[in-house]
């Protein structure tokens, strides 16, 4: 018996994965290029800083991706940060710093490894700041991590196809994995390319004017380092990258509010990145571009407190019908030879604009909502070959029903059943118009605590009042579907 996929025309499920991780080997083929990427990508070139800023399942990382590759292909070198498992969660600027050092030393490293000839454009100065840099900042990694992170990194090319078929053909990379080890050290990578040991008292004390002997006799922890220090590394660093031959450096970091020492909260989220974007002397120097991704909840906690985004025109992330149109399209032909499309999956067509506006223009939740449609027809009809009203129907609400509301919001605003308690309240009014009366008649509550709860729905976005005072209307596409089919409690 045919799977679903197949009945559809389709060459396989497309409708089981959600992030842009999972679908990193064909992100090319299906990405959807947002009206503002052009402009985005040439201010990165010229390393600009920039802020980009949307919801949960906007699209962020896809975003990330698509730029760090565009970059790549242009000679910009790049470094995605998006691990934050080493960097505490206040007063932590020059961990950033120290972690970002660390990132680009290692991935560097490995880059020269492969192209040793790039070596030869550095004087003796600068091979000693990298001997130094690389001697304290290279991770120390096991064989595997070696090997797995080798076999991402591209020689470098050149305008010059005769260089370029030197370095392919006559300039043999150098491994960095000694014969028989377990684990490649910094001082076996600084040996390994050739570089000079650096001893003389005055090249340390260009980082360090407090040292008093030559060299220090153990390698530096992050504690022996100031904030400007590791600035002055990182920027150094970044000038030795474009002096072998990069156009320019950029830093993307991703995935701030994911990490789970944050737990979701605004409070700790702002407190975890606020030093470092409010440095806007790191973010408006030459030599390196940042590039922040950064959840839309916490923009405007952030701007209170300093950090200047007028400074640098962040991109918020968002999508209008059309675009979700070709979002979900340019997916669906992907994994049809070109020979499908949204419509075609559709008992009719007219169901298309509800999806859409249900997802609430979130690519993320459009494909869980598929996800839930797609699943439904399974149990139906796997033979059909095309969505049924039943199966659309049913996914809906099921999408609706299953949804983690909790997720959209910081764990510091309300608790998860906080926010349950507060859709079942407005689920059970029946009415996607509504006044705080009706609140206190159908929940049997006093006026002032009916007024209690408009003000924590309308803060969790799931109200707005009209122009009528005093009158809301239910603004959450899903919460308005459950009332419109008369669900009374999830």
């Not at 025309?9 to 842009?20: H, I």
């Not at 974007?277 to 916490?298: A, C, H, P, R, Y």
Request: contains cysteine.
């Amino acid at each position: 018996m045919k799977e679903l996929y197949q009945s559809l025309g389709l060459t396989t499920n497309l409708f089981s994965k959600f992030s842009a991780e999972e679908e990193i080997e064909y992100l090319d083929s299906i990405y959807v290029i947002p009206k503002y990427f052009n402009s985005l990508y040439s201010n990165l070139k010229d390393a600009s800083s920039r802020f980009i800023i949307g919801s949960r399942g906007s699209g962020k990382t896809a975003l990330i991706l698509q730029l760090k590759n565009a970059l790549e292909n242009e000679e910009v070198y790049t470094f995605l940060l998006d691990n934050f498992e080493n960097i505490p969660k206040k007063d932590n600027e020059k961990y950033f710093i120290f972690e970002i050092i660390q990132g680009i030393t290692s991935d560097f490293s490995l880059i020269l490894a492969k192209n040793p000839s790039l070596l030869k454009k550095l004087n003796k100065f600068e091979k000693e700041k990298l001997s130094f840099i690389i001697e304290e900042f290279f991770k120390t990694l096991s064989k595997k991590e070696y090997l797995d992170r080798n076999n991402k990194v591209k020689r470098f090319k050149t305008q010059n196809w005769l260089k370029d078929f030197f370095n392919s053909y006559l300039n043999k990379p150098i491994n960095l994995l000694i014969s028989g080890g377990i684990e490649i050290f910094s001082d076996s990578v600084a040996k390994s390319l050739g570089l000079p040991k650096v001893q003389t008292q005055n090249f340390y004390k260009n980082y360090f004017p407090e040292f008093k002997i030559s060299t220090p006799e153990k390698k530096l922890t992050i504690k022996d380092f100031e904030y400007n220090s590791l600035k002055e590394i990182l920027i150094d660093l970044c000038k030795i990258i474009k002096k072998i031959g990069y156009r320019n450096v950029v830093i993307l970091i991703d995935k701030i509010d994911e990490n789970r020492n944050l737990k979701g909260s605004i409070n700790d989220v702002c407190n975890f990145i606020e030093e470092i974007l409010k440095d806007t002397n790191l973010l408006m120097q030459n030599d390196f571009g940042l590039v922040f991704s950064i959840w839309d909840e916490v923009r405007n906690v952030l701007a209170s407190r300093g950090v200047r985004f007028d400074k640098f025109r962040p991109i918020d992330v968002t999508w209008t019908n059309e675009e979700i149109t070709e979002i979900i399209n340019k997916r669906i032909g992907f994994f049809s030879n070109n020979s499908k499309e949204i419509d075609d999956l559709l008992v009719d067509r007219n169901e298309k604009n509800g999806i859409i506006e249900l997802a609430n223009y979130s690519p993320r939740d459009l494909f869980h909502l598929l996800a839930n449609i797609y699943d439904e027809q399974s149990v139906i009809n796997s033979s059909s070959t095309f969505f049924t009203h039943e199966a659309i129907n049913n996914g809906k609400l099921k999408f609706c029903k299953e949804y983690e509301y909790y997720a959209l919001f910081p764990s510091n605003r309300n608790s998860k059943d906080d926010v349950f308690r507060n859709i079942n309240r407005l689920l059970k009014t029946a009415k996607t118009k509504l006044r705080s009366n009706d609140l206190a008649s159908v929940l049997k509550v006093n006026p002032a605590t009916a007024n209690s709860y408009i003000k924590i729905m309308s803060d969790f976005n799931f109200i707005k009042m009209t122009d009528e005072q005093y009158v809301y209307n239910v603004i959450d596409p899903k919460i308005r579907h459950m009332i419109e089919n008369k669900i009374i409690e999830i």
